[in-house]
């Protein structure tokens, strides 16, 4: 580093492999404030299927009211496990492994970050396996 400043501030700025990774901690945590942070005010969300929780949604608030407000009712003990995250050029492919009562499955979500915040979130679960395992 030829000056202490740009260093700093080069470290400062999170990969967009970062931003993905600091978003599943935050979810894993219920930590919504570190979640929203993460989001632009303008984000898409899109979930394919037939669930209750799915859908496109506008905006974190709309995300977190619509999806991820139910997703423990609707899964009690969910967790997402980080099996293998790719970056290409701000977007971040990651593979989970979702469990929950009675839920094992492996997903798929594709995050388009741009100036350090998810700009789009595209979610490709295993619907049916969701539906056979989902609190109705």
């Known amino acids: 580093c030829y000056f202490q400043r740009v260093c700093i501030r080069?470290?400062?700025k999170m990969t967009p492999k970062e931003v993905v990774k600091k978003s599943y901690e935050a979810f894993a945590a219920g930590d919504m404030p570190t979640l929203a942070s993460l989001c632009a005010e303008d984000m898409a969300v899109k979930m394919?299927?037939?669930?209750?929780?799915?859908?496109?949604?506008?905006g974190f608030e709309a995300w977190a009211n619509g999806q991820?407000?139910?997703?423990?009712?609707?899964?009690?003990?969910?967790?997402l496990e980080i099996v293998n995250m790719f970056?290409?050029?701000?977007?971040?492919?990651?593979i989970l492994?979702?469990?929950a009562d009675g839920l094992e499955a492996?997903?798929?979500?594709?995050?388009?970050?741009k100036n350090g915040k998810y700009a789009e979130f595209y979610i490709f679960d295993d619907t049916q396996k969701m539906a056979s395992a989902m609190n109705t």
């Open 10 to 12: 080069r470290r400062e």
């Open 68 to 79: 991820l407000a139910k997703m423990q009712v609707l899964w009690p003990n969910l967790k």
């Open 97 to 99: 492994k979702m469990t």
């Open 87 to 94: 970056e290409d050029d701000g977007n971040v492919f990651t």
């Open 106 to 113: 492996l997903s798929c979500h594709h995050a388009v970050i």
């Open 48 to 58: 394919g299927g037939e669930m209750p929780i799915s859908g496109e949604y506008n």
